[in-house]
């Protein structure tokens, strides 16, 4: 019997020890999580502005102006890009981008054979399971999420741009979470490549401005049409940041409450165990003085 209370209480000694660990972690990507959804809250206007912008030039310059990035090819290669953590603990949040990614594949492109579906991976998490499938690994960023800055994404933006302006791609699209709150993330499949204008509802309700390029439209076109697709790249990893630093936080509150039930629960196991040990050694002893009292 004492064997058995020591493996509880070293059980109790365990849990305890990990609910600490949760704890902590829960506090960090707390932390973590109020920087992330500041820096998407205040780029998403300025994303949503520049996206609208882009929306009127192909609208208002359609027919007049030539886009390699808005050229419309026969899909016979795509490229997804899809953007996970660097590291896990976040309940299944790495798992539903990837399985999002996985169905775009299946569904989308499932007339399209193995060797034309290509991925670039942003993050550790999508890099080792893309690596293992049949599809093909064009590039691969890790700890871009570590230390976020507008260079070092435009760099990774600028991949996708030069593959598929070299014919390498006729498709490309962003797969990523879309940050709501801490508990809540969509899941979403966005086009990145080639340019489109927003369906008809939208692009009615939008104001059409009829731009005056100065000095020259070709060149401000093909200077400002990359900046916002970079701009849009960015948001998507903002995006995931927070989504990422949200995931962890309700994973690890919940993994704390966890811990703090499974201690109830061995609490109650210990107390049983000890009064059983109790009740053995008094029937032991009860046992004893009858024994000596009848001799």
Known sequence: ??????????????????????????????AKLRRATEAIQQMRPYSNKLSEILNNIIISQEGNLKLDLAEEREVKNVLLVVFTADRGLCGAFNAN???????????KYSHLGAANIHVMTIGKKSNVFFSKQACTVDARYVNLLNNITFEETAKAADFAIDAFTSG??????????????????????????PLVKQPTDLAATTNVAD??????????????????????FYKALLDTNASQHGARMTAMDKAT???????????????????????????????????LEAN
């Not at 006729?170 to 086009?191: C, M």
């Not at 050694?281 to 004893?288: K, Q």
């Open 168 to 193: 390498q791609f006729d498709v490309v699209e962003l797969v990523y979470s879309h940050f709501k709150n801490a508990g809540v993330q969509y899941f979403l499949a966005e086009p990145f490549l």
């Open 97 to 107: 981008v990837i399985k999002k990614g996985v169905e775009v594949m299946r569904t």
């Open 257 to 291: 409450e966890n811990a703090q039930e499974l201690l109830k629960e061995l609490g109650i196991s210990y107390n049983r165990a000890r009064q059983a040990a109790i009740t053995t050694e008094l029937t032991e002893i009860v046992s004893g003085a009858a024994a």
């Open 1 to 30: 019997m004492s064997g058995k209370l020591k493996e509880v209480r070293e059980r109790m000694k365990s849990v305890k020890s990990t609910q600490q660990i949760t704890k902590a972690m829960k506090m960090v990507s707390a």
């Open 211 to 232: 731009f005056i390029f100065e000095p020259n439209q070709d060149e401000i076109v093909e200077v400002l049409i990359p900046k916002i697709l970079k701009t849009q």
